[in-house]
């Protein structure tokens, strides 16, 4: 099987076809796992997945149960909070690990699994299939070109899917998309000593923004609207 991207559902998906047996090609754009402000919540349905995986013990080490998320005015003024938000309780219990750490927890698996063959600096620029198989045309760092086969190709190169446009076309999904630009920041800061919860959601028609808490060194991932009219 061959599967395009290397970020958490790439390796997920390769991790539990390799525990089956099967052989896997992952191919990667990239030359290494992203360490981008991205998301760092993992709900009951991911930690399935990474059960399923193999990684689950490993990413529930590194990681954390959040306790509380509460909603709070401007000021800090709390409106509502959920207690036990991850359900502590729960073998699917949420768990908080930033997908950076995530994926070299994934890796790590993946380099000690011979049923996956790890491609850096593969682009795919195209994909196809006939009877007999299916493959991905990728150009490496140098600019080459080569064809890459398999029985199977799952797409897992995310939003921008070269998968998906080079089997559907350049169309974008149907739905909206809202005129708001959202910034993702990581910082250190003692939110908690300000009474923070290790999440937030604080409410407000312009000023709104979340401030969670991500790592167990109290790293906070600090999230906010920006106007859309503003320049660099």
Not at 100 to 111: D, F, N, T, V, Y
Not at 133 to 144: F, H, K, L, R
């Amino acid at each position: 099987v061959i599967v395009v991207g290397a970020g958490p559902s790439g390796f997920s998906l390769s991790l539990a076809l390799a525990q089956e047996g099967v052989e896997v090609t992952l191919l990667e754009r990239d030359s290494t796992v992203s360490d981008a402000p991205r998301a760092a919540h993992l709900m009951a349905p991911g930690i399935q997945i990474l059960a399923r995986a193999g990684v689950l013990e490993d990413v529930r080490e590194a990681g954390f149960l959040p306790k509380n998320m509460a909603w709070r005015k401007l000021n800090g003024t709390t409106i509502v909070t959920i207690e036990d938000i991850a359900q502590s309780k729960s073998p699917e219990a949420m768990t908080v690990l930033p997908l950076g750490q995530l994926g070299k927890i994934m890796l790590a698996h993946a380099e000690k699994n011979s049923k996956i063959s790890l491609k850096w600096g593969h682009r795919v620029i195209d994909v196809g299939q006939d009877e007999n198989s299916a493959w991905a045309v990728i150009q490496q760092e140098d600019g080459t070109e080569k064809k890459i086969t398999g029985d199977f190709l799952c797409g897992c190169d995310g939003g921008t899917s070269q998968v998906r446009k080079s089997l559907f076309g350049a169309r974008n999904f149907p739905g909206k998309t809202w005129d708001v630009q959202l910034v993702a920041t990581n910082v250190y800061y003692p939110f908690d000593k300000f009474g923070y919860d290790d999440m937030n959601n604080i409410i407000h028609p312009e000023n709104c923004h979340v401030v969670a808490r991500i790592t167990k060194d109290g790293l906070w991932r600090v999230s906010y609207q920006e106007d859309t009219n503003l320049t660099f």
